[in-house]
């Protein structure tokens, strides 16, 4: 993997927030278009379903105010930008560059959410305003905690989402492969209904999955709902361990298949 | 001696490809079964390239130019055959390598298009572990060289495309690359620019001594910047020498244009034997080959009255353009 020193680092980020803020409006659009989790609230608490979880209301609105600002800072989208670069050649004077290509779209991803949290937090104020009792500050060591979980979620969804972006270099289009990914991210990542509420014969395989760990875990750190911490980061963990040298072996045998198409 | 610093043995490429008849009924086979064919592009091709030599490719359009830059640059991979630059094998794309290397495709571009150029320069720069005030500095020199200080700091989407090749160019040479790759670097410019842009590769090449390696389908690139030309022909190399003997090789004849001084001078120097191109009045253009040029001006001189003459080349575009439409040097 390609060499990443402090200075690249810190470039690479400042580059693309200043690209990202040449596109704030899309960016607060796509911060509003992530409100699913509030939507959910609201059929949860205007139908008791939380009294079936023994979770109070106020612990649900937190817990879905949670899953907006982790899902505000785990949205993956190289798959997306990456089939596009590949398909049409864009990404040739990149590969021949020292610092593999991913690193840039990693910086991408950063440097809008950084963007996108300025516009998260307004929304965070305009919940507050309507949902008063729920308000909350969790405790430092926790809140480190879960931004380290939510950047670890983040991972994960990338690493997914970069496997699958890969495999345009055979298939020309491997979006198609990861819209069969985006049904199960969405109902068991736990940004729809909390994990906990799932049936028991759902729970029983579920936890073996990522899927628990990308909005479930983070969200249930974050606004102090029961959970075990130290499984959900050894989770996060062996899944990073496991999806990241896949995705090194499927770049390096993709990048031999590249025909720089396009150019 | 200058020693290769490109060096390639029998390198060939083919690329699967499918196809597909056209219509419902074809759409419908080619869902069901594709029909993939390999096509070799590249056959058993040898060159090598001495370091700070300027090298032409020249073919038609898909005679496999492209396909050779860029395995050359590590771009794609091989499908046999042996490839060495500056020591390495391009396609294992070593950070080393890279760092010696830059390739520039005319319709391709890497700066980053809602930003000043001078961003994708510093991000450039930090890529290639050049610090930040050595940054400024060659920013500088070769923004100076290109004529671009204005513009870098207007949004890449607002400037001309001459202003946008000259940046791409500025963000490629960043890391004072020893061999350039150049694919079709003057596509889609007017006169002025191309002229420039040749001009600038010409002082980056005697300055720094780099090996540049050039497609174009604009001859006056070739004929103003490379003294050696590839000629390929459905991936194979037809021929591999210096220019002007290319051109003595493919057109043996010069043209010349004699003025005479009476309409019945010129009428009687038509009917003389000489091989006439064009007559229009007085003015007479004549072919003669190369090693006849001396006794026929004489002869001509002898026994008619002129005004002037002009001795030509034949245009490079069209002895040029014989080669690419035959393949056949």
């Known amino acids: 993997m390609s060499y990443l020193n402090r200075n690249k680092i810190i470039t690479l980020l400042k580059v693309q927030y200043s690209n990202m803020l040449e596109y704030r409006v899309e960016i607060a659009l796509w911060a509003i278009s992530g409100i699913i989790p509030f939507f959910m609230l609201n059929i949860w608490t205007n139908n008791n379903l939380n009294e079936s979880i023994n979770l109070s209301n106020v612990m649900l609105s937190r817990y879905f105010l949670s899953a907006f600002f982790v899902r505000q800072f785990s949205v993956v989208w190289v798959v997306f930008t990456f089939e596009e670069d590949a398909l049409l050649g864009k990404i040739s004077p990149y590969l021949i560059q020292p610092l593999n290509p991913f690193f840039r779209y990693i910086a991408q991803h950063l440097a809008e959410q950084i963007t996108r949290f ?35 979620s983040f991972l994960i969804q990338f690493l997914i989402q970069s496997i699958i972006a890969c495999l345009c270099f055979w298939t020309e289009k491997a979006s198609s492969v990861e819209r069969l990914f985006f049904i199960p991210t969405l109902f068991l990542s736990g940004l729809l209904a909390p994990v906990i509420s799932f049936p028991e014969y759902v729970k029983s395989w579920i936890y073996i999955t990522p899927f628990p760990y990308l909005i479930d875990f983070p969200a249930n750190l974050l606004s102090g709902n029961k959970t075990n911490i130290i499984e959900g980061f050894i989770m996060q963990l062996f899944w990073i361990s496991i999806l990241f040298p896949t995705f090194r072996k499927i770049w390096s045998m993709g990048t031999k298949k590249y025909t720089a198409m396009g150019s | 001696m200058e ?229 390929i022909h459905e991936g194979c190399i037809t021929y591999d020498g210096k220019l002007n003997k290319l051109l003595k090789k493919i057109s043996p004849l010069k043209d010349i244009l004699i003025v005479c001084k009476t309409d019945k001078d010129a009428k009687e120097l038509s009917n003389s034997g000489f091989t006439i191109k064009s007559r229009n009045q007085k003015e007479i253009i004549i072919s003669i080959k190369k090693e006849l040029i001396k006794p026929s001006l004489k002869e001509i001189l002898n026994k008619f009255d002129i005004e002037d003459l002009y001795i030509n080349e034949p245009p490079v575009d069209e002895i040029i353009g014989n080669i690419l439409i035959k393949g056949k040097v």
Request: aromatic share 10%; proline share 4%.
């Open chain 2, 3 to 231: 020693k290769n610093i490109i060096q390639v043995e029998d390198l060939s490429k083919s690329f699967d490809i499918s196809s597909k008849e056209p219509g419902i009924k074809g759409t419908v086979k080619h869902f069901f079964k594709r029909e993939t064919k390999s096509i070799e592009v590249i056959k058993n091709i040898n060159f090598q390239i001495k370091k700070g030599e300027i090298v032409g490719f020249l073919g038609a359009n898909g005679a496999g130019k492209t396909t050779i830059l860029k395995m050359l640059c590590g771009l794609i991979y091989p499908s046999a055959g042996n490839l060495n630059v500056t020591g390495y094998l391009p396609y294992k794309r070593r950070h080393n390598f890279l760092k010696n290397i830059t390739l520039i495709m005319g319709q391709k571009q890497q700066l980053i298009w809602d930003l000043p150029p001078i961003e994708s320069f510093y991000l450039n720069a930090a890529i290639y572990d050049i610090e930040k005030y050595e940054a400024k500095r060659r920013i500088k020199k070769l923004s100076d060289m290109l004529e671009i200080d204005k513009e870098l700091f207007i949004p890449v989407r607002k400037l001309s495309l001459g202003q946008r090749m000259k940046a791409e160019l500025l963000a490629s040479l960043i890391h004072k690359p020893n061999i350039l790759f150049l694919d079709e670097p003057t596509l889609g410019l007017d006169i002025n620019a191309q002229r420039n842009l040749r001009k600038f590769l010409q002082i980056y090449n005697k300055e720094t001594d780099a090996t540049i390696c050039l497609t174009s389908h604009y001859m006056k690139d070739i004929t103003s910047l490379c003294k050696r030309v590839i000629c």
């Open chain 1, 118 to 152: 300025p516009f998260a937090i307004i929304i965070a104020l305009i919940f507050f305003i309507f949902n008063r009792e729920s308000f909350w500050v969790p405790n430092i060591g926790i809140f480190l905690l879960s931004c380290i979980s939510t950047f670890f």
